[in-house]
Every structure is written in C-alpha cells, then in structure tokens.
T-cell receptor, first 116, second 113 residues
Framework: GAVVSQHPSWVICKSGTSVKIECRSLDFQATTMFWYRQFPKQSLMLMATSNEGSKATYEQGVEKDKFLINHASLTLSTLTVTSAHPEDSSFYIC????????????FGSGTQLSVL | GESVGLHLPTLSVQEGDNSIINCAYSNSASDYFIWYKQESGKGPQFIIDIRSNMDKRQGQRVTVLLNKTVKHLSLQIAATQPGDSAVYFCAESESGGSYIPTFGRGTSLIVHP
C-alpha cells in the first residue's frame, strides 16, 4: 500500500520558536495533502488542504500566518508552526491521496508537538 | 461530526467476541465512507470503505454496513482480538464536492484478554 512518512514523530520546543513538520509520500505522487490537528481523545480536525504548486486552502478559524504550509513537490508537504505557544501543543497528522478524484487517504504517523 | 469538548465513547469487549461500532453521519449527499483505526500515538490506518450504492461490504474479519435512510454506518469486527484495541473513526465524503472526508467522533474499542 501507499506509504506516507511524517517527521519528526515528536518535538519539544520553547515558546516563541518555530517548528517544521515534514510529510512525504514515499511510493506515490500526491497532488493533494491534508494537515490535521488532533487533541487527546478527540477526532481529527482538518486544518488545511495543501495542493502541489499552489497556495494551501485553510479551514475556517485556522491562522494561515501561524501555520505555514508549503507543497513544493509532488512528494513533500511541510507544516511550519510559527512562534509556537503552549496552546499549539497537539498531535499533528498529515495525509495524502493520489489525485483529487481519489477519495482514499493515506496517513502519516503523526507528530506530537509540545511547546514549553 | 466534531467531538470538541466531548470524550470518546468506549466499547469494551472480551477477546473472541464480535464488536459493533456505530457511526451517524450528517451529510445526506455523502456517497463514500471509510473506517479508520487509530492506535495510540499513531496516524489512522485504513480498514474498509463502502460507496453509497452498496449497503454491505466485507473484508477480513470486518464488515461495514451502510443505512442511508437513517444515515448510519457500522463496523463489525468478528472474533475481536487484543490487537484490535484502538480508536475507530468513520469518515464521510461527497463525490460531488472536493472529496475531502469529514471525520466522525470516534469510538474507543477496548478488548480484554
């Protein structure tokens, strides 16, 4: 099956610093990637849709200047949490699909971000 | 739908029992549904999917049932094993839209040996 690799698995950072999370599709080209945020014992909340070569589409309430998304190639999307604060601590998960017409998503293993 | 502020419902079963996890979806236009399994600290894994032109689909030890009339989806796991312990999410999407799935609330399945 399709493999999506997400790094790092966990990161601890000081308040005010920026953190970059990478999401790679290892054996397929992903025209679209999604970034989710998940709080403990809750469902996945879609943050943004990342399309290769174009600007990301953010969900309502998600600050695009806070959560910078770059999808520069068909196999890599990055999420940068800028000037992180403790309230940004969460589990971030990326997913990818083959094409806009293919509904099946393949998920990365997630990144646990802890901001001190 | 979202489960912001709410704890996950929990289903506890004994090893070997059959498990049934339910999901109510909200969009009557949704025509594609997926069940995912998420183990602690990991990303969701695809289990099984079903399109709206079907009402039942079977996989290995799992069966998904779809009732469009009442907008209800269920996942049945036969002979549940301790390794099945995880949180299970249903997701719905609409082919006439952008295929972006909406995740349900999730159910925590605990399998006792």
């Amino acid at each position: 099956g399709a493999v999506v690799s997400q790094h790092p698995s966990w990161v601890i950072c000081k308040s005010g610093t920026s953190v970059k999370i990478e999401c790679r599709s290892l054996d397929f080209q992903a025209t679209t990637m999604f970034w989710y945020r998940q709080f403990p014992k809750q469902s996945l909340m879609l943050m943004a849709t990342s399309n290769e070569g174009s600007k990301a589409t953010y969900e309502q309430g998600v600050e695009k200047d806070k959560f910078l998304i770059n999808h520069a190639s068909l196999t890599l999307s990055t999420l940068t949490v800028t000037s992180a604060h403790p309230e940004d601590s969460s589990f971030y998960i990326c997913s990818a699909r083959f094409s806009a017409a293919n509904e099946k998503l393949f998920f990365g293993s997630g990144t646990q971000l802890s901001v001190l | 739908g979202e489960s912001v502020g709410l704890h996950l419902p929990t289903l506890s079963v004994q090893e070997g029992d059959n498990s049934i996890i339910n999901c109510a979806y909200s969009n009557s236009a949704s025509d594609y549904f997926i069940w995912y399994k998420q183990e602690s600290g990991k990303g969701p894994q695809f289990i099984i999917d079903i399109r709206s032109n079907m009402d039942k689909r079977q996989g290995q030890r799992v069966t998904v049932l779809l009732n469009k009339t009442v907008k209800h989806l269920s996942l049945q796991i036969a002979a549940t094993q301790p390794g099945d312990s995880a949180v299970y999410f249903c997701a719905e999407s609409e082919s006439g839209g952008s295929y972006i799935p909406t995740f349900g609330r999730g159910t925590s399945l605990i399998v006792h040996p």
